[in-house]
């Protein structure tokens, strides 16, 4: 990877401080590999809404953030990757405690990654939120030509990890 | 209406207090007609991201409260409704500043409510995102029966408005 | 389940047969086991798109079929089950040859489904497409209270299959 | 556009014969502007479903095609142009009978295309269904650097058209 790889450390401390209305939900990263990241949302008051569940815009930063990591732990710090599209289903109404994102890459081409993520409440089988979504990658300089494989929607050489 | 219609005040105060993660944004609600709910979110730092634009999470949240006043709009005081899908689409960076989610309902059934917004940043025509979602009603005892009409799936009384 | 099981046999005739623009796919039933259903596309030439790759719609019904059946196989011969919301990513472009919709179902409630659809090209393990929705389980008189457990949105018993 | 522009009668031989599975549906397009393009599904008994309603893959066929040609209206003849993602609502069963989907652009970027689709029953104003999805389209060597406007995801020159 030409643009150099990111640590779980480093792309926390993204996750914590780069994006305010994110950071202060004190996500931990709690898986850092390629293609592969899980985020905790640890439970504060912050998150309630009525009925005594955790609100849907929280349940979206965790997706959004578990996906954006699981991006750059495949491209290095490009901090500037975008989501361009996000679909959330919300299948249960998890009660207070803390969540867990777990978010694999679908797969990475040139210019776009597409990768899903599954949130659990910490300790319970039953999801909670699915999310599917597409990541823009901007253009490095540095990069060889063709180097991360095709574009999506294209055949060819591409990282992606498969089902179970 | 059975359960009694809702003011903009009401929803208003519903956004701000009772979802205190979506609270602390300060949202106005400019628009409060039934299927057709404006509400604006009002720059501050809390909302900036890498490269100096307003972050996905906010425009999310921006977009669910939305939607929700849609729905609450038509079905009155139902705050245990919620959203059980909402796609989204990111269409350009907004450069920090106030922006404006723009909301519709696209069919009103027993069950289910499917509404769509659209997010500028005020005064600029450009579209900033695009949402489409649903909302699950949970079910009212003094509800005439049949009296929402038919749920989304089937044939029947709907209320619905119109493109343009 | 009061409505009685359903075979893959039954469900291959159902899939081949009640929707004519489907069936004429001549879909075959590779799995199906509850809350988990396989489905192959083989190819013709039906199924071509400009640049030599099979085209979005197969994809889609491919997907759409296969979560059919992941919501039959749970809750029994209910025909009208009706998709509500479909999500569909398009990863590859799939040179001609036979695709597999491998299904799960990610929540059951009693009134809404939700599964996804990964597809691959037959031997190859590269995603070609992957799509989410979400099913509207009609009601059925002969179904006890409560009996497969509660709405999605809401905390209770649900029967959901976690990730690989 | 240095590709040329195409006609609607251009547009409606490529659905109707470059992509043989919809093809044989007849589309007819309805209208053809820059931005916005109508495109109509004549009712036949293929398309029918359990319940005696027009199944879901035909519907998504429809909408797939009709924002093709919103895109192609714009980027003129890119065969090569292909859907990354596409999120349908279902908003009711349409009694059998033709079916129109009306489409329009919400933003055009250089590298991606996002438009939102309306499908209704001829004659009658309650939606069908409501589809928004991406188009990526393929670089070309006439176009002049910065031609079509930034990427989706960054603030700069592009083309909208906003809400009715």
Redesign the interface.
């Known amino acids: 990877m030409t643009r150099g790889t990111m640590t779980a450390e480093e792309f926390e401390a993204?996750a914590t401080r780069?994006?305010?209305?994110?950071g202060?939900l004190g996500l931990r990263v709690r898986r850092f590999e390629p293609g592969r990241v899980d985020v905790e949302l640890p439970y504060c008051?912050?998150?309630?809404?009525?009925?005594g569940?955790i609100?849907?815009?929280?349940l979206?930063?965790l997706a959004?953030i578990t996906l954006y990591g699981v991006v750059l732990s495949l491209v290095g710090r490009l901090?500037?990757a975008?989501?361009?599209?996000?679909?959330?289903?919300?299948?249960?109404?998890?009660?207070p405690g803390d969540l867990l994102g777990?978010g694999r890459i679908?797969?990475l081409g040139t210019?776009?990654a597409?990768g899903?993520v599954?949130v659990r409440s910490l300790g319970r089988?039953?999801?909670v939120a699915?999310a599917?979504g597409?990541y823009?990658i901007p253009e490095s300089r540095d990069e060889p030509p063709g180097g991360r494989g095709?574009?999506?929607?294209?055949?060819?050489g591409?990282l992606?990890i498969?089902?179970?």
């Open positions: 993204l780069a994006v305010p209305y994110v202060q008051d912050l998150l309630i809404r009525p009925g569940t609100c849907g815009p929280a979206f930063a959004d901090e500037l975008v989501t361009t599209d996000l679909a959330m289903h919300f299948l249960s109404k998890p009660p777990e679908l797969r210019r776009l597409v899903e599954l089988s039953e999801p699915h599917v597409t823009a095709s574009r999506v929607g294209e055949p060819g591409t992606e498969g089902r179970g």
